[in-house]
């Protein structure tokens, strides 16, 4: 509690919050239990607050948001107008801060959006009042206060007990045990983690990896070795010492790989840190050398600048203007690091967070100081360093790891190819929202093919129009539990999942499935039993928008 008061004070906030409303944890009787600290967990308690719930709040940190306030702040949004209800108007907020002259600390809004405007589909949009480019603790300040505003209660550094955190009476989640010893009984229970262990320690269905693309009828899914699409490794030498195949792989490259093109494996596309970097001299902090540096992890890298020595810093990573002269840094990806994430336990993924943590630092150190990167790419690296106001308490590295994919869960509806694809396309029944964004799936790994070569594998980028997303995406099967929701981990194949996948989605799902666990709270109904109507009509009022180009029914 003490830090999220100094949280507060360093955020500048001026007025003194009912700070009870966060930290009451006497009670653990609520109509709805939100799990996951995410963007998505936000928006779902806050817009099951304003329907007069009982609500509580589960972060696994000191911080809620997730990625999107721990630099993910280059919202992936090519369609703002496809964005309503609750996250139009987190949105919204962000919007009318940047509008104050005083926020601006080291340059000014026009010039920031002159700068930015090719990088983040504009940035903002004037006439919807929008801005989904922003610092991260500004995005979490906005957060905290619509919690605050709604009444939410948030219960910090809390998480499930992995062994016996979920009770169940039939198909019934009556109970969960954190790891405090704290339970928490609730109505319905909203898993909003990225990981889905409320999901997983339910007994429902879900699937870690790709499927095959016969499993429903895909063309995208499974083992995808890259030809064409992606970066071209195929002149780089995988072996530790360059024509000595006796050396051994470098780090994190298979070969005989057990599966074929479009078969199914258990690996999922890389993750990564996405680090605020600044060139501002006055709240720059230079990066250190990890003591876990291994210069091996970035070997591929070396050698394909050698081959392209045009190669400039923002062809390697993508430094995304963000306001007050800071970054989103994209492409810190740590190909391979990644498969084991989603079913470790908490040890586990410490240890890979950190993995991923040295890796990112390591990456960005080697940039400017080995003396094998050109010149001119470490000039330009020498400009930028972490922010030093942002992500404080944790050495100005942000707080979460992007985890792009993890378990998924396999319920009532699986959301696949053909739904999302403009091409021969399936609509789906009962829309609760619209995705809009590019099948964009990152390279899975690093592999040496049947001819020697060395490519990258895994990788998906297909522009797609605007689809909806049916509700019993968010459902488990009914037989295997009635009152659950699951809007992050939701039930989607490995294809759909990369479009799925972006903030603003989550998040519009989240205030759908806080609106279904009110209505069936008060229908004394199972989540799969509502009336959808009934759902259709709420979320068009809250000004949702369940599909594209869709209107309020006269």
């Not at 329907?51 to 000191?62: R, T």
Request: one cysteine or more; a negative charge.
């Amino acid at each position: 509690m003490k830090k999220l008061i100094k949280l507060f004070i360093l955020l500048g906030v001026t007025t003194i919050y009912n700070l009870n409303v966060f930290a009451n944890n006497e009670e653990t009787t609520f109509d709805i239990c939100v799990y996951g600290e995410s963007a998505s967990g936000v928006i779902a308690a806050v817009q099951a607050a304003r329907m007069g719930k009982n609500v509580v709040l589960i972060s696994k940190n000191e911080h809620v948001g997730g990625l999107a306030t721990s630099g993910l702040t280059a919202t992936d949004m090519n369609r703002n107008d496809m964005v309503g209800g609750l996250t139009r108007e987190f949105y919204q907020r962000v919007y009318d801060y940047y509008l104050k002259p005083d926020v601006w600390k080291n340059e000014n809004r026009d010039d920031f959006f002159v700068r930015a405007i090719k990088r983040t589909y504009r940035g903002k949009n004037d006439d919807r009042r929008m801005q989904w480019v922003y610092e991260s603790k500004v995005a979490e300040r906005i957060m905290l206060d619509m919690l605050e505003e709604a009444g939410v209660q948030l219960w910090t550094n809390e998480r499930l007990d992995l062994k016996k955190g979920v009770k169940k009476k039939g198909r019934e989640i009556t109970e969960i045990m954190l790891e405090s010893g704290k339970t928490v009984r609730a109505a319905i229970f909203i898993d909003t983690s990225y990981e889905g262990d409320l999901m997983a320690k339910a007994g429902v269905s879900y699937i870690v990896g790709r499927e095959s693309n016969e499993t429903y009828n895909e063309t995208f899914n499974g083992y995808r070795v890259n030809h064409k699409n992606g970066t071209d490794l195929a002149d780089i030498d995988p072996y530790i010492v360059a024509g000595d195949k006796s050396s051994g792989l470098l780090p994190y490259i298979d070969i005989d790989v057990p599966v074929k093109q479009g078969q199914a494996d258990k690996r999922v596309q890389a993750y990564c840190y996405r680090v605020t970097l600044t060139d501002d001299p006055n709240n720059r902090v230079k990066v250190q050398k990890p003591e876990n540096y291994n210069p091996l992890w970035y070997e591929v890298l070396i050698r394909r600048i050698r081959l392209n020595p045009e190669l400039n810093l923002q062809n390697i990573i993508t430094l995304t203007p963000m306001p007050n002269r800071k970054t989103d840094t994209n492409h810190l990806d740590f190909f391979g690091a990644s498969y084991d994430y989603a079913e470790a336990d908490y040890i586990k993924r410490k240890e890979i967070e950190q993995l991923h943590r040295d890796y990112a630092l390591g990456m960005l150190w080697l940039l400017e100081h080995d003396p094998r990167i050109p010149t001119h790419i470490r000039d330009e690296m020498k400009d930028w360093g972490l922010a030093k106001d942002e992500f404080e308490e944790t050495g100005n590295f942000p707080h979460h790891i992007y985890v792009r994919e993890a378990r998924r869960m396999v319920g009532e509806y699986v959301m696949i190819e053909k739904n999302v694809t403009k091409e021969n396309r399936e609509e789906v029944t009962h829309p609760i929202g619209v995705g809009s964004y590019a099948l964009d799936c990152h390279f899975v790994s690093k592999v040496v093919d049947e001819h020697g070569k060395l490519r990258y594998e895994g990788t998906i980028f297909q522009p797609i129009t605007p689809y909806s997303i049916s509700y019993y995406s968010m459902t488990p099967k009914k037989e295997e539990c009635s009152n659950l929701l699951v809007p992050v981990c939701l039930s989607a194949s490995h294809v759909a999942i990369s479009s799925l996948r972006m903030e603003p989605v989550y998040m519009v799902l989240g205030q759908s499935a806080a609106v279904a666990a009110s209505i069936a709270i008060d229908a004394r109904q199972s989540v799969q039993d509502i009336s959808y109507e009934h759902l259709e009509r709420k979320l068009l009022d809250l000004e949702q928008i369940i599909k594209p180009g869709n209107t309020k029914p006269h």
